[in-house]
């Protein structure tokens, strides 16, 4: 059963590997989203991850199987615009065309809405760390 959640700290490792091995390097040519004949090196990093994990206006959701992490998704609230945007999407090369990513897509369209009203309360009231209230 794929179950679905917010990253933490303990998952960035996992997190980067497989954002790497989606987008980048001769793993990800197994899948339909490679960027390896576009670009070279990383396309994220540990601290960059960790930036996004721990960051107060961004969720990082991760569909898991066991301790198998299977996608992932980034949610960042913009301020600016008021709108909750989604990035770093990846599925494992070799688990890509299962429905893994349409059913991450479908949990993070769940978490929008939630998400955009914690980000905007977050900011007027001040809260120290939104991510306490997934």
């Given at each position: 059963?794929?179950?679905?959640?917010?990253?933490?700290?303990?998952?960035?490792?996992?997190?980067?590997?497989?954002?790497?091995?989606?987008?980048?390097?001769?793993?990800?040519?197994?899948?339909?989203?490679?960027?390896a004949d576009l670009l070279d090196g990383l396309?994220?990093?540990?601290?960059?991850?960790?930036?996004?994990?721990?960051?107060?206006?961004?969720?990082?959701?991760?569909?898991?199987?066991?301790?198998?992490?299977?996608?992932?998704?980034?949610?960042?609230?913009?301020?600016?615009?008021?709108?909750?945007?989604?990035?770093?999407?990846?599925?494992?090369?070799?688990?890509?065309?299962?429905?893994?990513?349409?059913?991450?897509?479908?949990?993070?369209?769940?978490?929008?809405?939630?998400?955009?009203?914690?980000?905007?309360?977050?900011?007027?009231?001040?809260?120290?760390?939104?991510?306490?209230?997934?």
């Amino acid at each position: 059963m794929i179950e679905f959640h917010p990253a933490k700290p303990q998952d960035i490792a996992a997190i980067v590997s497989l954002v790497n091995q989606t987008y980048r390097g001769e793993q990800s040519r197994l899948g339909w989203t490679t960027e390896a004949d576009l670009l070279d090196g990383l396309r994220t990093d540990q601290a960059h991850m960790a930036s996004l994990v721990n960051a107060q206006d961004s969720r990082v959701l991760l569909a898991k199987q066991g301790d198998k992490l299977l996608g992932s998704i980034l949610l960042e609230y913009l301020a600016d615009s008021e709108a909750v945007e989604l990035g770093m999407f990846a599925v494992a090369p070799s688990l890509q065309n299962r429905g893994i990513g349409k059913q991450l897509l479908s949990d993070a369209a769940i978490n929008l809405t939630v998400l955009a009203s914690l980000f905007q309360s977050t900011r007027s009231c001040g809260a120290p760390n939104a991510k306490d209230s997934l």
